[in-house]
């Protein structure tokens, strides 16, 4: 599995637009990215996958660099329900594998 | 359509005692896969069912066992209790098995166990 590093924590504003980058250098050539996000004593939730390039959905958006080294998810317009750890997962479905997380970004969006 | 149930949501037990945890999937789900989240370690893959067969497995001592039924709803069993085995319990479910490219698994609530 790739090894992903993510900053252990970021604060942000209402209405500001939060860039949380990832970076995974050992990404292998069939792994995708992906992102999920998780509130205080509720199970994660999917938020984005991607390959390469850039993916985006109602939600985010999530770009990702020719070397596929590291990856961005972009949160447009936060609000402070957006207030959550947020995990970046590489790797994480080649064959016989599983889910595995790393220690995630706490974000803190203030009023 | 529903999401992932799991019951109950919260459990106090004694060190010692054993705890049955349940997991019903999202219609149409055939892989459920568990796991252990605390403070201390994050989260930590249990095991995954897929077809009632157990596929994979984390690093986890035998006092953690599961099961999985043919309508693929699962229950997971932690024997003789300690107390450190206090943690939110998480299952997820999706369509195939994890590794097979299906990219989305749909995680429950959640049961919070305490052990005292």
């Known amino acids: 599995l790739a090894k992903t590093t993510q900053p252990i924590s970021m604060d942000s504003y209402e209405g500001q637009e939060v860039n949380i980058t990832c970076s995974h250098n050992?990404?292998?050539?069939?792994?995708?990215i992906t992102w999920y996000q998780q509130f205080p004593s509720q199970g994660p939730r999917f938020i984005i996958q991607g390959y390469k390039t850039k993916v985006t959905n109602e939600v985010a958006s999530l770009f990702i660099p020719a070397d596929r080294k590291s990856s961005t998810l972009s949160l447009p317009r936060v609000s402070l329900s957006d207030t959550a750890v947020y995990y970046c997962?590489?790797?994480?479905?080649?064959?016989?594998?599983?889910?595995?997380f790393g220690g995630g970004t706490r974000l803190m969006v203030k009023p | 359509k529903a999401g992932v149930t799991q019951t109950p949501r919260y459990l106090i037990k004694t060190r010692g005692q054993q705890v049955t945890l349940s997991c019903s999937p999202i219609?149409?789900?055939?892989?459920v896969s568990w796991y252990q989240q605390t403070p201390g370690q994050g989260l930590q893959f249990l095991f995954e069912?897929?077809?009632?067969?157990?596929?994979n497995k984390g690093n986890f001592p035998g006092r953690f066992s599961g099961r999985q039924f043919s309508n693929s709803r699962s229950e997971m069993n932690v024997s003789t209790l300690e107390l450190g085995d206090s943690a939110l319990y998480l299952c997820?479910?999706?369509?195939?098995?994890?590794?097979?490219?299906?990219?989305?698994?749909?995680f429950g609530q959640g049961t919070r166990l305490t052990v005292v």
């Open positions: 219609s149409g789900h055939r892989s």
């Open positions: 997962l590489v790797g994480a479905y080649n064959a016989g594998n599983m889910l595995t």
């Open positions: 050992n990404i292998a050539t069939n792994d995708y």
């Open positions: 069912y897929f077809s009632e067969t157990q596929r």
């Open positions: 997820a479910s999706s369509l195939e098995l994890l590794g097979t490219g299906t990219p989305e698994a749909f």
